[in-house]
């Protein structure tokens, strides 16, 4: 068996041009185009990659760039009253902050401040907890786990009564993605650095998500025969016959499980472009209940 492969590059361009064929419809009848906020804080350059990628979507969509750049030194109360004027500012369509921020920073307060309507990340508190409480819908599903409950879907994985696994459990992926799946009426173990026999319960998986930030981590002995595999890592490894002496690999052995399951992300070009399509997304919703 060779794993049909989960393009989530292919999907989340249609995604960006449907996109951007909105917002020029927007501009054609006089109208403005949404406007992203996106605030990092301090040097670290995996974040500073992360925000010029986000702004380059931007730009190739017709979403226009707010962009605050700020000094490590940076206080909670400097930075809770930027949130608070961007909260205010008609202009600001959707609100990003970039994460992590330095340690003396309250992350937890500062996303707890972003405007629910314009909390386009997903990581207000409220948002998330409407995720997990049933009859109730968040404003905003983070990304990451929007983007992967978009590809499971369009590749027609049978999620109602399924076995679904999840190893890792962030509050930015493994956390939210377990309760889409469960509140699409699968059955979801979460596994994580202390989960005893974890390959005997990864077998079990009919839907595999890889979320633990370990560089092929998952191996073929790991994985049921036909299943979903969905690989959020993405890690460096070192690599001689590169250029740049290294590549980037997920957290799923990626050539070996391939000849088990029967569809599976790469690493890249599988949950990535997704995450930031469904950013875009986001952006767009943000702008309807604007007008709403």
Do not use: W
């Amino acid at each position: 068996m060779t794993a049909s492969i989960i393009d989530g590059k292919q999907l989340a361009q249609s995604i960006r041009e449907d996109i951007k064929r909105q917002i020029e419809e927007r501009v054609a009848q006089g109208k403005n185009p949404p406007g992203l906020a996106t605030i990092l804080v301090g040097n670290d350059p995996a974040s500073r990659t992360y925000v010029r990628n986000k702004h380059r979507a931007c730009e190739d969509v017709g979403i226009r760039n707010i962009s605050f750049e700020l000094a490590e030194e940076t206080t909670q109360a400097e930075l809770d009253d930027l949130v608070r004027k961007l909260n205010d500012d008609p202009e600001v369509t959707g609100i990003l902050l970039q994460l992590p921020l330095p340690e003396h920073l309250d992350e937890e307060a500062l996303l707890a401040a972003i405007k629910l309507t314009k909390d386009v990340d997903g990581f207000n508190p409220i948002n998330i907890g409407r995720i997990a409480l049933r009859g109730l819908d968040p404003v905003f599903v983070p990304c990451t786990p929007a983007g992967i409950m978009e590809m499971l879907r369009e590749y027609n994985a049978p999620l109602k009564g399924a076995k679904a696994v999840v190893v890792g459990r962030s509050n930015i992926v493994g956390m939210p993605i377990s309760l889409l799946l469960t509140k699409a009426d699968a059955t979801v173990t979460i596994c994580h650095s202390k989960t005893r026999d974890l390959a005997e319960i990864t077998r079990q998986a009919d839907i595999l998500i890889a979320a633990i930030g370990k560089a092929e981590f998952i191996t073929a002995d790991m994985v049921k025969p036909g299943a979903y595999v969905i690989d959020v890592g993405i890690n460096s490894i070192d690599d001689p016959s590169r250029k740049s002496g290294f590549r980037l690999v997920g957290d799923v052995a990626y050539d070996e499980v391939a000849q088990i399951a029967g569809a599976i992300t790469p690493v890249p070009g599988g949950v990535g472009p997704m995450t930031i399509a469904m950013l875009l997304k986001n952006t767009m919703h943000a702008l309807e209940l604007s007008e709403a």
